[in-house]
């Protein structure tokens, strides 16, 4: 099973940028669809971006469209989130998993994830 780290969260401004990095150990990870997810306080988890294995599709929430760009680098076994014109309302843990394509439900064991907090 592959196992998933994240990092590149912290504070910023709104209206500012990250750019988050999901990396994999496991020479498999390339047959992954693989999901960024979030979870604020009180919120249940919800996927804001996913990407096929092979990097052709892409999914986003509604909430995120047009702001966040996920892509992946199968050679470097990493799948990026970049996030640029950050709310508030983006304040969360992001994790990333493994998904089912189809319903967009995680499909693998979650990591620790990493804090992203937006101050308005």
């Known amino acids: 099973q592959v196992q998933l780290v994240e990092s590149g969260g912290g504070l910023v401004q709104a209206g500012g940028s990250l750019r988050l990095s999901c990396a994999a150990s496991g020479r498999t990870f390339t047959y992954y669809n693989i999901g960024w997810f979030r979870q604020a306080p009180g919120k249940e988890r919800e996927v804001v971006a996913a990407?096929?294995?092979?990097?052709?599709?892409?999914y986003y929430a509604d909430s995120v469209k047009g702001r966040f760009t996920i892509s992946r680098d199968n050679a470097k076994n990493t799948v990026n989130l970049q996030m640029n014109s950050l709310k508030p309302e983006d304040t969360a843990v992001y994790y990333c998993?493994?998904?089912?394509?189809?319903?967009?439900?995680?499909?693998?064991?979650w990591g620790q994830g990493t804090q992203v907090t937006v101050s308005s």
């Open positions: 990407i096929t294995w092979s990097g052709d599709s892409r």
């Open positions: 998993a493994p998904v089912r394509w189809d319903t967009r439900a995680p499909a693998g064991s």
